[in-house]
C-alpha cells in the first residue's frame, strides 16, 4: 500500500497571498495519476487536478500542480476567498488507492 | 450529463450491515470502475472500494473482511454492503466513477461524485 503524507496539516494564508501544498508518496508512481482536491465544508470535493498537473475542466488557471515520482505540489496563487478549504491528493496508480490526510488552508 | 445519485439506511445500531447504492445516469456503465469513499465526521477521506461492470473488485485491506461492492448491469446501479457495523463506520459515504489508471494517465477517474450518504451507527 502506497501512503500518502501531505504537508503542512495546516497553512494560514492572506488572501491574494500563494500557497503551496505538498504531498510525498511512500513507493514511487510509475504513472503520476495523482490527483488534487478541493472540499468546502459540506460539499464533496472537486477534482482540481488529475495525473499530478493538468487542471480538470473548469478550474481556473491560479491551480496549478506539479511533481513526479514520489513528491508533488498543489500551489494556489493569488488565494481568493472561495480557496480557503481543505485539499487532498490521492494516488490512483495502483490498489489500494490512498488519500492523503489532507492541508487545511486558512484565512491568515 | 453524467450524474450519480445514492442512497441508503442512514441510521443503524451496532452490529447491523451498512447497505448503500448508487445509481449512474449518462455514463458508459461498461467502461469505467466505479467506487465508494467515505468521511467520518471532521476526518479525512478514506477510499473503500472499485468494481468493474463484470464485478471485478478491489478493496481496502482494512474493511476486506467485511465489505461487499456489488454491481446491477441491468440497472447501471453498483452497492455496498459493510457488515457488523460500530461507531467507527459513522461516515459520509460518497460513491464516485474511477478507472484502472496502471498504464495510462488517467482524466476521468474519481472525477465525478454523488452527493454523498450520512450514516450513522448508534445504539
Given at each position: 500500500?502506497?501512503?500518502?503524507?501531505?504537508?503542512?496539516?495546516t497553512?494560514?494564508?492572506?488572501?491574494?497571498?500563494?500557497?503551496?501544498?505538498?504531498?510525498?508518496?511512500?513507493?514511487?508512481?510509475?504513472?503520476?495519476?495523482?490527483?488534487?482536491?478541493?472540499?468546502?465544508?459540506?460539499?464533496?470535493?472537486?477534482?482540481?487536478?488529475?495525473?499530478?498537473?493538468?487542471?480538470?475542466?473548469?478550474?481556473?488557471?491560479?491551480?496549478?500542480?506539479?511533481?513526479?515520482?514520489?513528491?508533488?505540489?498543489?500551489?494556489i496563487?493569488?488565494?481568493?476567498?472561495?480557496?480557503?478549504a481543505v485539499?487532498?491528493?490521492?494516488?490512483?496508480?495502483?490498489?489500494?488507492?490512498?488519500?492523503?490526510?489532507?492541508?487545511?488552508?486558512?484565512?491568515? | 450529463?453524467?450524474?450519480?445519485?445514492?442512497?441508503?439506511?442512514?441510521?443503524?445500531?451496532?452490529?447491523?450491515?451498512?447497505?448503500?447504492?448508487?445509481?449512474?445516469?449518462?455514463?458508459?456503465?461498461?467502461?469505467?470502475?466505479?467506487?465508494?469513499?467515505?468521511?467520518?465526521?471532521?476526518?479525512?477521506?478514506?477510499?473503500?472500494?472499485?468494481?468493474?461492470f463484470?464485478?471485478?473488485?478491489?478493496?481496502?485491506?482494512?474493511?476486506?473482511?467485511?465489505?461487499?461492492?456489488s454491481?446491477?448491469?441491468?440497472?447501471?446501479?453498483?452497492?455496498?454492503?459493510?457488515?457488523?457495523?460500530?461507531?467507527?463506520?459513522?461516515?459520509?459515504y460518497?460513491?464516485?466513477?474511477?478507472?484502472?489508471?496502471?498504464?495510462?494517465?488517467?482524466?476521468?477517474?474519481?472525477?465525478?461524485?454523488?452527493?454523498?450518504?450520512?450514516v450513522?451507527?448508534?445504539?
Amino acid at each position: 500500500e502506497i501512503v500518502m503524507t501531505q504537508s503542512p496539516a495546516t497553512l494560514s494564508v492572506s488572501p491574494g497571498g500563494r500557497a503551496t501544498l505538498s504531498c510525498r508518496a511512500s513507493q514511487s508512481l510509475s504513472i503520476n495519476n495523482l490527483a488534487w482536491y478541493q472540499q468546502r465544508p459540506g460539499q464533496a470535493p472537486r477534482l482540481l487536478i488529475y495525473g499530478a498537473s493538468a487542471r480538470a475542466p473548469g478550474i481556473p488557471g491560479r491551480f496549478s500542480g506539479s511533481g513526479s515520482g514520489t513528491d508533488f505540489t498543489l500551489t494556489i496563487g493569488s488565494l481568493q476567498s472561495e480557496d480557503f478549504a481543505v485539499y487532498y491528493c490521492l494516488q490512483y496508480n495502483s490498489w489500494p488507492r490512498t488519500f492523503g490526510q489532507g492541508t487545511k488552508v486558512e484565512i491568515k | 450529463q453524467v450524474q450519480l445519485q445514492q442512497w441508503g439506511t442512514g441510521l443503524l445500531k451496532p452490529s447491523e450491515t451498512v447497505s448503500l447504492t448508487c445509481a449512474v445516469y449518462g455514463a458508459s456503465f461498461s467502461q469505467y470502475y466505479w467506487t465508494w469513499i467515505r468521511q467520518p465526521p471532521g476526518k479525512g477521506l478514506e477510499w473503500i472500494g472499485d468494481t468493474d461492470f463484470r464485478g471485478r473488485t478491489y478493496y481496502n485491506p482494512s474493511l476486506k473482511s467485511r465489505l461487499t461492492i456489488s454491481v446491477d448491469t441491468s440497472k447501471n446501479q453498483f452497492s455496498l454492503r459493510l457488515t457488523s457495523a460500530t461507531a467507527a463506520d459513522t461516515a459520509l459515504y460518497f460513491c464516485a466513477r474511477s478507472k484502472d489508471c496502471s498504464s495510462t494517465i488517467c482524466s476521468d477517474a474519481y472525477d465525478l461524485w454523488g452527493q454523498g450518504t450520512l450514516v450513522t451507527v448508534s445504539s
